[in-house]
């Protein structure tokens, strides 16, 4: 039987839901499953009580100061190497699910841990001091860029510690580099981390996977009632994620502004919170089409499949290489195409069940739009190719993968 501790971190004091602690629910469900005994160590401890983990050892019930978090992989480290050196006695091998513990475990394997030590690359904090990886390998990361990128849209503590933190990242990304093994979430993920030097031998892919048996409900229409949910016969676009520069959702809004044009008819629906909200809600204003433009703000994840199962196409505008791009799979799941930009791994996800855009680019959106709008046999098409698609990412197919990796690194 194996011994594992699971260390995580979001970089949001907010966030009690997102793609990454989705990931992690499921994927501790299904080791439980396989006689994984399981300890959790979260940062900050709002993870730990996610259904479906009340079962195992939870060991970290610290909240952290929003300081912490701006800049994880540095701010932690202490406290993440003390818990790695206390638990390394009791389990078989560690496994960092998010790059943000990664340079505590690097100086863990510096110091002499005896124990394994994998992580999930499923962010670009190891390469990018943001995790964003925006600039997309186009510009040098000198200490001045990477200053101006920590500081920007931060509170006034957060400038004054930029410089410092810009100033040793290349420090903690050397940390970073001596871990035993990595799960790359996609192909896209894994070439941007070889780019940057880590070593790619050791790199292996191992997508996310889906939750496994998602019952379609009857609520949506309800559920939108309440938002102001306009017709059952309108064309309804949806996109679910966080509001955030990186996922582009400006460029859906600008989008659709042309699209209400030609196809009135239609409502985008924008599900989530974040930062850009306000913003996204006053442009929604200025184009004229705040009638037709849903926000529902967050929604708790048991209700994310009420607004699936009532759109009509799905789209993921990301301005940024997205790891993974777990909305998509969702989207799919109940039937819907696709469209995404083409940075990162949504494009290898969708295949041949929607369509793909240069990122940024309205004018080309807005041609996508009409496509699937224009197009019932199109749409149809691309529905009946998803099954084969979701195939990849059945729970029993990638956790075989999982803990074939495992077995492979432990001691």
Known sequence: MLNLAIITCVSSLNRCRGGNE?????????????????ALYSYPNNLVNMEGLNNI????????????????????????LFELKKAE???DMFHIYNVFPMAAAGLYKVLGG???VVATLNNY?????????????REICSWYKRTKCLARGRGFFSKILAPFYSLVYPALICLMKKIDGYIAISNSVKTIYSQHGYNSEIIQIIPNFMEDNIKPINCGIKLLEKHEYQSEKNFKILFVGGLSEHKGVDVLIRAFALFIKERPNSELIIVGNGPQKTMLMELSSNLGITKNVIFPGGVKHKDIWSFYQASDIFVHPGVWPEPFGRTILEAMTYGLPC???DLGAPPDIVENAGLVFPAGNVKSLFKC????????????????????????????KVLKN???????HVC
């Open 369 to 396: 739009l009409i496509e699937l709008h224009d197009n019932e046999d199109t749409r149809n098409e691309m529905a009946s190719n998803i099954k084969l698609i979701l195939n990849k990412y059945k729970s029993e």
């Open 114 to 116: 005896k124990k394994t």
């Open 339 to 341: 469209i995404v930009s």
């Open 57 to 80: 050892k939870k060991n970290n019930q610290v909240n952290l100061k929003p300081l912490e978090l701006f800049a994880p992989p540095l701010t932690l480290l202490p406290r993440l």
């Open 22 to 38: 989705e990931s992690i629910r499921l994927l501790i469900g299904e080791l439980i499953k396989r006689n994984v005994t399981i």
């Open 402 to 408: 999982i803990l074939q990796f495992y077995e492979k």
């Open 89 to 91: 006695k009791n389990i």
């Open 125 to 137: 904090a190891g390469v990018c001091p943001t995790g964003g990886y925006l600039c997309n390998g």
